[in-house]
Structure formats: structure tokens, C-alpha cells
């Protein structure tokens, strides 16, 4: 595609519930990487791939929350057992490989609101 | 881990004067520094980056110059409009590729 593609671009559900977000990078980007901005706040970092591994998850808030990419496209961000602090807006992007110099360009995010 | 601190959180200028926001990292092997942009509702957008070894870098209206001795790096924007007017976010990739930004700055640019 022409961008870094997300959905659902919003989700309510409800406290306890699971919620798959999903990050489509553009055609080509073997980095990809995950953010979470809650409102008015900065960007945290959660995880990033290149490729399928993900180097570094050091950034993801708990146990709750996990990540997988599978044939160096797609990504999944699940988050178990939701509370009303995982509210948020989910951003993904992605760069045509890691490293200095390479754009990194974001989706428009996933909002999500547990209630 | 790298850390970023950015300021001012808020600044408010005159139509037409020049705009500054500043950076300090952590991390010396940190070696990309790029700028964003974002507007209320929308994806942050780059505006320019800068690499380890160069200083300074323009691009029309925006500037950013990296001092690497002191760990610092900053954006200057000049002749501001007023669709400057929005949250810049400044970042740094570290050793480990992970890119890490700042809190963000809400610049707002009264007409």
C-alpha cells in the first residue's frame, strides 16, 4: 500500500476483554515498530522487528501485552485481559530497514478505549 | 536505555519570529536524530533529521543543529506561520535501533 496501514482505527471494549491491533507496513519495510500515545502525552516505545524477530521488547508495559510479525509483513499487537489504562492511541510504523537515516513513517494509529 | 528530554513542553510566538526547541540524549553511541511533526488527531510526520556526523542541516524554514560533545540537539524554526502550529517531537535512535522521543513541544503561532 501507499502507507503504513492500521485497524480496527477504533475499538471500545471492555475491561477484562483481548484486542488484536494490527499493523500492515508499507510494501518493502523490514523494520516495523510499535508506540502507544496516551492523550496529550508522548511517544512510548513498546517493540520493534526487523524482519520477523523482534531484538527488543524491553519497552512492552507487562505481561499482558505480546507482538508477533509474520512473513516479514504483517504484525499483530495483542493486549490480554484490557484495563482502563491501556487506553490509548496504538501507532505502528515503519523504515525500509534499521539503522541511521532511514524514515521511519507512521500509520494514523489504532484508538483504543477500554471501558 | 536512551533517554530524551525535551523543551519548552508549551511555547507560544508572534507570526513571523523564529521558534527553538531543544534536546538532550543519554545514549553517545545514539547516532539519528530525526523531527516530528504532529497535528491534533493526525500521525506524526518527519520534518527533517540529522545524522551523527554532520552539524547542522536546512531545509527552507527549518534548521537543526547536533552538538554531540554535549549530547544536545535542537530545531529552529523561522519566519513562523501559523500552520507551524502544532506538537513537534524531537527523537534518537540508539545503539540498539530502538528510536526514542522526546515528551514533545506544543508550538502555537498567534496570527
Known amino acids: 500500500g501507499a502507507g503504513v496501514s492500521q485497524s480496527p482505527s477504533n475499538k471500545v471494549t471492555e475491561k477484562g476483554k483481548d484486542v488484536e491491533l494490527r499493523c500492515d507496513p508499507i510494501?518493502?519495510?523490514?523494520?516495523l515498530y510499535w508506540y502507544r500515545q496516551s492523550l496529550g502525552q508522548g511517544l512510548e516505545f513498546l517493540i520493534y522487528f526487523q524482519g520477523n524477530s523482534a531484538p527488543d521488547k524491553s519497552g512492552l508495559p507487562s505481561d499482558r501485552f505480546s507482538a508477533e510479525r509474520t512473513g516479514g509483513s504483517v504484525s499483530t499487537l495483542t493486549i490480554q485481559r484490557t484495563q482502563q489504562e491501556d487506553s490509548a492511541v496504538y501507532l505502528c510504523a515503519s523504515s525500509l530497514s534499521r539503522g541511521a537515516g532511514n524514515t521511519i513513517y507512521f500509520g494514523e494509529g489504532s484508538w483504543l478505549t477500554v471501558v | 536505555g536512551e533517554n530524551v528530554e525535551q523543551h519548552p513542553s508549551t511555547l507560544s510566538v508572534q507570526e513571523g519570529d523564529s521558534a527553538v526547541i531543544k534536546c538532550t540524549y543519554s545514549d553517545s553511541a545514539s547516532n539519528y536524530f530525526p523531527w516530528y511533526k504532529q497535528e491534533l488527531g493526525k500521525r506524526p510526520q518527519l520534518i527533517i533529521d540529522i545524522r551523527s556526523n554532520v552539524g547542522e542541516k536546512k531545509d527552507q524554514r527549518i534548521a537543526v543543529t547536533l552538538n554531540k560533545t554535549a549530547k544536545h540537539f535542537s530545531l529552529h524554526i523561522t519566519e513562523t506561520q501559523p500552520e507551524d502550529s502544532a506538537v513537534y517531537f524531537c527523537?534518537?535512535?540508539?545503539?540498539?535501533?530502538?528510536?526514542?522521543f522526546g515528551s514533545g513541544t506544543r508550538l502555537l503561532v498567534r496570527p
Open positions: 527523537a534518537a535512535m540508539d545503539s540498539s535501533y530502538k528510536l526514542i
Open positions: 510494501s518493502g519495510h523490514t523494520a
